[in-house]
């Protein structure tokens, strides 16, 4: 099967088997990596009275991506950004369970929210450099982690851009808006301001849905290139991309954690009838 009939939004919707959605990819592998990096046991998010997330029980394997699929409003995302206490700024919300990042509880009394959130980075549907230069855009964060010295901020800089693989296509204009940036160059710009304070793991909320096709694939190369360095999580609408990129899937519906396994697993043999019929567009 050709990539192009993968592509084809109406041959997806009459699919009857998942396997003819999922396309095994050519992967590096990764070393020293496949440890719990992130645990839910019981794990609930309420936004007042109503439960956003329900009972999740999960555990994230460090330095693979982990995708997190389902229908808008299912909680995928709201349970993305619990890893790093985003839903903090939502005064309704409240968690109830447990969740552990490094065997630390994220939800803990005398967890620092600041030092969590360095090594939590996250990355936005819609790309959001700072109205800055491309320079001080990834400069930000080492600054306010107490890095002021020219010359090691600049060997930052360079290390995260070329980790985001847009060294080359800046370099000679580090002084310039960011938004004067494409699109695609821009949510680049926005990983490397993330990876410029040295994160373990990468929250991808929907990276590409603002991107077109030539700039999603350099954003899913460069989730290849990290994968193995970092745990990643992304969120996506997009099945063939889930498929492309990830390790393993989580699919979820109306805040349940439906099915949780190796994204080959998933898209081949699910165990939930639930989750077919959602791979396969039998709904959405």
Same mark, same amino acid.
């Given at each position: 099967m050709t990539t192009d009939t993968l592509e084809t939004p109406e041959l997806m919707s009459a699919q009857k088997s998942t396997k003819d959605i999922y396309l095994p990819p050519a992967r590096k592998k990764v070393t020293d990596g496949g440890k719990p990096h992130v645990v839910a046991r019981e794990f609930s998010i309420y936004y007042g009275e109503f439960e956003a997330v329900k009972r999740v029980n999960a555990e994230i394997p460090s330095k693979y991506v982990t995708a997190l699929i389902g229908p808008s409003g299912c909680?995928?995302?709201?349970?993305?950004?619990? %890893?790093?206490?985003?839903?903090?700024?939502?005064?309704?919300? +409240?968690?109830?369970?447990?969740? +552990?990042? *490094?065997?630390?509880?994220?939800?803990?009394?005398?967890?620092?929210?600041?030092?969590?959130?360095k090594k939590v980075g996250m990355v936005f549907q819609k790309p959001n450099p700072f109205p800055k230069? =491309?320079?001080?855009?990834?400069?930000?964060?080492?600054?306010?982690?107490?890095?002021? *010295?020219?010359?090691?901020?600049?060997? =930052?800089?360079?290390?995260?851009?070329?980790?985001? $693989?847009?060294?080359?296509?800046?370099? *000679?204009?580090? *002084?310039?808006?960011?938004?004067?940036?494409?699109?695609?160059?821009?949510?680049?710009?926005?990983? $490397?301001?993330?990876? $410029? !304070?040295?994160?373990? !793991?990468?929250?991808?909320?929907?990276?590409?849905?603002?991107?077109?096709?030539?700039?999603?694939?350099? =954003?899913?190369?460069? =989730?290849?290139?990290?994968?193995?360095?970092?745990? %990643?999580?992304?969120?996506? +609408?997009?099945?063939?991309?889930?498929?492309?990129?990830?390790?393993?899937?989580m699919f979820f519906y109306e805040g349940v954690l439906v099915e949780h396994a190796s994204t080959a697993q998933l898209f081949t043999n699910p165990k939930d009838s639930m989750t077919e019929d959602y791979i396969t567009g039998r709904f959405s």
């Open positions: 909680g995928k995302s709201t349970f993305l950004r619990s %890893i790093n206490r985003m839903n903090d700024l939502i005064p309704t919300c +409240h968690t109830t369970g447990a969740l +552990h990042f *490094d065997n630390e509880d994220v939800y803990g009394k005398y967890t620092d929210e600041v030092l969590l959130r230069s =491309i320079f001080d855009n990834i400069a930000y964060g080492p600054r306010l982690h107490g890095i002021n *010295d020219r010359k090691k901020l600049m060997e =930052i800089v360079e290390r995260s851009l070329r980790k985001a $693989a847009l060294w080359d296509e800046v370099c *000679d204009r580090l *002084d310039k808006n960011a938004l004067g940036l494409s699109g695609g160059q821009q949510q680049r710009l926005c990983v $490397a301001r993330t990876l $410029a !304070v040295e994160p373990e !793991v990468l929250l991808l909320d929907e990276p590409t849905s603002a991107l077109d096709p030539k700039a999603t694939a350099k =954003i899913e190369d460069l =989730i290849q290139e990290l994968r193995g360095s970092y745990t %990643i999580m992304i969120v996506t +609408h997009n099945m063939q991309q889930a498929s492309r990129v990830s390790d393993y899937t």
